[in-house]
């Protein structure tokens, strides 16, 4: 079927650069699997190495099982869908979707037929006799997918396919193309996806599973949840997760009742889950992380509180982001509207950060050193 | 009660002093556009004038021509047309016009087709030496045409093409306009090469890409192309002058110089009207194609 396997990719460019670093990658057949990294991580450059639009320097891509390092993007097996959507301006839509299957010779009335189902799918009916610049960009870029689908390709290939879009059309857009996504996979069909996008909420909302990326090497792979909870390096962690995970530089100490986190002038006591899963070896020069959800108020007769006080507060309505300062350090701490303007009288709130969701990396190396 | 009338005839005054600025700019305006329209019709009347006076002298017969410099004829004949179209030798100036058409229409249908070709391969491929070869290309285009006249005709008359079309048409047909190939190349870089790319995974070749997808979009340059070769190749005298011998195979720009050496006393009205003739298909096509004309010159940089 058509899983995708990369090995050992490597990308050197004319001048000596290099821009991908030994990846490896391997994507089941019907998974859905987001490349995300910021811009310059070489996560395009990966997509259009295995779309054949960039040369290889090193290492292979198969596709169902077989190599096509050489083999021209036509012969691939795969179909893509650009940023800019890059239809076809002097044809109207109905000659954008079918170029590809006239120019692999499909008979005239199969060519009519599969236009017409993957325009009724997309919803694109009413646009068949339209040109390119008479469309919106969300029209745009559904024939732009219709093109894709209509090759019933063996991989998707996404270029950031949405980054053109408002936020509204992007979300729905989102669902369309999940949706999609599920129902060629209920079908059958092969629905192999790779999905590149820099927008973090796309990969955690579309993704089976996502591949964060950074400056052209693999930081992680995993499921969204995992990616989330158990972050493999600072980089993952910081990357993932709205807002930023507080990174906080600490010093790890070993004592009788477990282990602690010293940062400034305060205290964070592990708690029973997280402390049984810090490595043995360790190093005292750690960063903690903790993300700006793992907090809450306090009670009166806390001994674990931590003090904080308020800087500038990020109202959203539903919840306020809050940067606060606890013991010399920055954080953000995400609170419930309501219970935040209670406690936050007088510039200090108490906070009792959740100690089993407290990250642990070493400073040096960036690896968690708390997901043993 | 009286504060509100007070207020009132304030407001009354503010919106008539508005109403007094507001005609005082409009009459300012008007008269700065009579001025403005005022200044480029005379300019453009001076530059139009030798056209003007062109048209009008050939429906002039030969006398008036040197007597009045005003550019409306008081005796109207078309004896110079007449007479000008039968011409001093065996042909008319019809067959003048059918040949420049048979150096014409090869020269600008393989030029547009070499250029969008040589130009693709430039702008869109890697390949060993690409700097050099279009440094070279460009190299060719600030080397005065004089220069290689002599080397050239030596070699089209080891070929034994002398006194035929070929030597003039034949160049082109291998993108040797280099100035066409530049001004694709450019136009080109303008364009993103996403649609390229998509047609590729569309499963389209080279050649395809360039026939289906480039070329469409390159359009409004192509026809900047074929209008400037159109132009260039009609006024050309001096290829035709040195390539051809026969006068059966005249094209219009030696046949009009053949009117002036082989009459004695010769007719200017004969020749103007002839003038008038010759630059007749340039204008019309010219303004057939202006539009895309000039959104294939101006489009070159902005276009994206």
Redesign the interface.
């Known amino acids: 079927m058509a899983q995708l396997s990369i090995r050992n990719l490597e990308k050197t460019y004319g001048g000596g650069f290099k821009a991908v670093h030994g990846v490896d990658l391997e994507v089941a057949d019907g998974e859905f699997m987001v490349l995300v990294g910021p811009s310059g991580c070489a996560k395009s450059t990966t997509l259009r190495m295995i779309a054949g639009l960039e040369t290889i320097s090193g290492g292979h891509i198969s596709i169902g099982g077989k190599v096509v390092n050489n083999l021209a993007p036509g012969d691939r097996g795969i179909a893509m869908v650009f940023q800019n959507y890059a239809l076809y301006p002097h044809m109207k839509v109905r000659k954008n979707l079918s170029f590809g299957l006239k120019l692999a010779g499909e008979k005239k009335a199969e060519i009519e037929r599969r236009v017409a189902e993957v325009a009724e799918v997309l919803e694109i009916e009413p646009l068949l006799d339209r040109l390119p610049r008479q469309l919106s960009g969300g029209q745009a870029q559904r024939v732009a997918l219709g093109r894709a689908l209509i090759k019933k390709p063996e991989v998707f290939l996404f270029d950031e396919p949405l980054s053109n879009l408002d936020a509204k059309l992007r979300a729905s857009m989102r669902v369309r193309i999940t949706e999609l996504h599920r129902r060629l996979k209920a079908q059958g069909r092969s629905s192999t996806v790779v999905y590149v996008t820099h927008d973090q909420v796309e990969a955690m909302t579309m993704g089976d599973r996502i591949c964060v990326m950074k400056e052209g090497r693999i930081m992680q792979v995993a499921d969204p949840a995992t990616l989330y909870e158990r972050p493999e390096n600072l980089f993952v962690a910081g990357f993932i997760g709205m807002p930023e995970m507080n990174l906080v530089e600490a010093r790890l100490e070993r004592g009788p009742e477990g282990h602690a986190l010293r940062f400034g002038d305060q205290v964070l006591r592990l708690g029973p889950e997280q402390n049984a899963r810090i490595a043995a070896n360790a190093p005292e020069e750690v960063t903690l992380g903790l993300r700006p959800q793992h907090f809450r108020l306090a009670g009166p007769d806390d001994s674990h509180a931590l003090e904080a006080q308020v800087g500038k507060v990020d109202f959203l309505g539903h919840e306020v982001d809050a940067h606060v300062t606890i013991g010399g350090a920055k954080f953000t701490v995400v609170l419930p509207v309501e219970l935040f303007r209670e406690a936050s009288r007088g510039g200090s709130i108490r906070l009792r950060a959740d100690e089993n969701r407290v990250h642990v990396f070493d400073r040096a190396s960036g690896a968690n050193v708390s997901l043993a | 009660m009286s504060q509100t009338m007070l207020d009132d005839s304030a407001a009354l005054d503010a919106d008539a002093e508005a109403a007094r600025h507001l005609a005082l700019q409009e009459r300012r305006r008007r008269l700065s556009m009579i001025l403005r329209y005022a200044v480029l019709t005379a300019v453009g009347f001076l530059m139009l004038y030798p056209l003007l006076w062109l048209i009008g002298a050939s429906f002039k017969n030969n006398a008036e021509i040197f007597s009045s410099p005003g550019f409306i004829p008081k005796d109207p004949t078309l004896s110079g047309y007449v007479k000008g179209w039968e011409t001093s030798t065996p042909y008319s100036f019809g067959r003048f016009f059918w040949n420049t058409f048979l150096i014409i229409a090869p020269k600008v249908v393989f030029t547009v087709i070499s250029c969008a070709a040589v130009a693709y391969g430039f702008a869109r491929f890697?390949f060993p030496g690409k700097r050099i070869l279009f440094a070279s290309l460009i190299a060719t285009l600030l080397l005065p045409n004089v220069v290689t006249r002599i080397p050239q005709y030596l070699l089209f008359s080891e070929m034994g093409w002398l006194d035929s079309y070929l030597p003039l048409w034949v160049p082109s047909a291998f993108a040797g306009d280099a100035f066409f190939v530049f001004m694709l190349v450019q136009f080109l870089r303008s364009i993103?090469p996403?649609?390229e790319?998509?047609?590729?995974?569309?499963?389209?070749?080279s050649w395809?890409v360039l026939l289906?997808?480039v070329a469409?979009?390159l359009?409004p340059a192509l026809i900047s192309v074929a209008l400037f070769q159109f132009m260039w190749t009609m006024n050309d005298f001096l290829g035709p002058l040195i390539y051809l011998s026969s006068v059966e195979k005249f094209p219009v720009s030696l046949a009009l110089k053949l009117s002036i050496d082989t009459s004695e006393a010769f007719d200017w009205n004969r020749i103007l009207a002839m003038s008038v003739l010759a630059l007749a298909p340039s204008l019309v096509v010219f303004f057939m194609a202006q539009k895309y004309f000039i959104e294939g010159i101006s489009a070159g940089g902005v276009k994206g």
């Open positions: 890697q993103p996403d649609m790319e998509a047609a590729r995974v569309d499963g389209a070749k395809q289906f997808i469409p979009m359009t």
